[in-house]
């Protein structure tokens, strides 16, 4: 059974930076796409960035350039350093991972919160 975990998150002002971390237990990182998805307040979960199992990394336009994606597969984990946050940024974030980068995700984190403010 494949669990994810994430941590780091918190609140920081803009411009600020932060660390999410998530682990991945159950079966090797280098197996799945993974990815960070981020929900708002009252909006509706949408995706931040990906790295599928060739490394190959994409990310949502608005994030270019401040948030970078990575995984470390000796731990199993994976990570999103956000850098230059914004209010905007604020949400949930989640951690998720599916066998191809196509279909739906099959493993979800948690959640942790990120709160930026002004």
């Known amino acids: 059974q494949v669990q994810l975990v994430e941590s780091g998150g918190g609140a920081v002002e803009a411009g600020g930076s932060l660390r999410l971390s998530c682990a991945v237990t159950?079966?090797?990182?280098?197996?799945?796409?993974m990815a960070w998805l981020r929900q708002a307040p009252g909006k509706e979960r949408r995706d931040v960035a990906r790295?599928?199992?060739?490394?190959?990394?994409t990310y949502v336009d608005d994030v270019k350039g401040r948030f970078t994606i990575s995984k470390d597969s000796a731990t199993n984990t994976l990570y999103l350093q956000m850098d230059s946050l914004k209010p905007e940024d604020t949400g949930m974030y989640y951690c998720?991972?599916?066998?191809?980068?196509?279909?739906?995700?099959?493993?979800w984190g948690q959640g942790i919160l990120v709160t930026v403010s002004s």
């Open positions: 998720a991972a599916t066998y191809v980068c196509e279909d739906r995700f099959e493993y």
């Open positions: 159950g079966d090797p990182i280098s197996d799945y796409c």
């Open positions: 790295i599928d199992k060739s490394d190959y990394i």
